[in-house]
């Protein structure tokens, strides 16, 4: 168990490109466990919020202390319901300079 926020989920997924996993914590700046290939199979015991790469906060734990970024891999079936005040919302903002 970490001591992140997480929802427990058990499934596989695929890596869509190259990916690294991360030691210790669901971070860029954590230590890589190992480079996978892309098309790699992963099995997630977790989901987890951590560090957002490209906007998306959302990471798997992969064992007790390793994690991959969500956003490198396939979705998971059926998806995990992330809590709603964990989701990003965006709102865009147009200024025009006169």
Not at 37 to 52: E, F, K, N, R
């Amino acid at each position: 168990m970490s001591p992140y926020s997480e929802i427990p989920v058990v499934g596989t997924v695929n890596t869509l490109t190259g990916a690294f996993t991360r030691k210790e914590s669901p971070s860029v700046f954590a230590p890589v466990a190992d480079a996978l290939p892309a098309g790699s199979g992963v099995s997630i015991q977790a989901a987890v919020l951590g560090d957002a790469v490209q906007g998306n906060p959302h990471w798997y734990r992969i064992n007790e202390d390793t994690y991959i970024w969500a956003g490198a891999c396939t979705r998971i079936d059926p998806y995990p319901a992330f809590p709603e005040n964990t989701r990003t919302k965006w709102t865009a903002v147009v200024f025009e300079v006169r």
